[in-house]
């Protein structure tokens, strides 16, 4: 089955840290790239980081310098290092990868992980 499991989601307070982890299914072979985004009660859902196959990151302006995206290509897993949270970094977290299944190259999603960060 192609799938990626996330875990890692919670509730914490203000200031606290979460690490979101992200693995994929045997059946996808590796990672080239991947994402973690995050939808907001009432919000459109936003890219909140990424990184290349080169481990290459990217971040949005609103995560920069608190959160960090890092993957262990062994596990093929990916993880989300989310420090210094804000009440308004509470929303559904999602992984997305562009994973190797077979000899096509894929893009898949996990089903979500919910982050509430209290005041």
């Not at 875990?7 to 973690?36: D, E, M, T, Y």
């Not at 992984?95 to 919910?114: P, R």
Request: hydrophobic letters at 35%; one cysteine or more; charged letters at 20%.
């Amino acid at each position: 089955q192609v799938q990626l499991v996330e875990s890692g989601g919670g509730s914490v307070q203000a200031g606290g840290s979460l690490r979101l982890s992200c693995a994929a299914s045997r059946s996808i072979f590796s990672i080239k790239a991947a994402n973690w985004h995050r939808q907001a009660p009432g919000k459109q859902r936003e890219l909140v980081a990424h990184i290349t196959e080169g481990a290459t990151t990217t971040y949005a302006d609103s995560v920069k310098g608190r959160f960090t995206i890092s993957r262990d290509n062994a596990k093929n897993t990916v993880y989300l290092q989310m420090n210094s949270l804000k009440p308004e970094d509470t929303a559904v977290y999602y992984c997305a990868v562009d994973g190797y299944v077979g000899e096509g190259l894929f893009e898949v999603w996990g089903q979500g992980t919910l982050v509430t960060v209290s005041s």
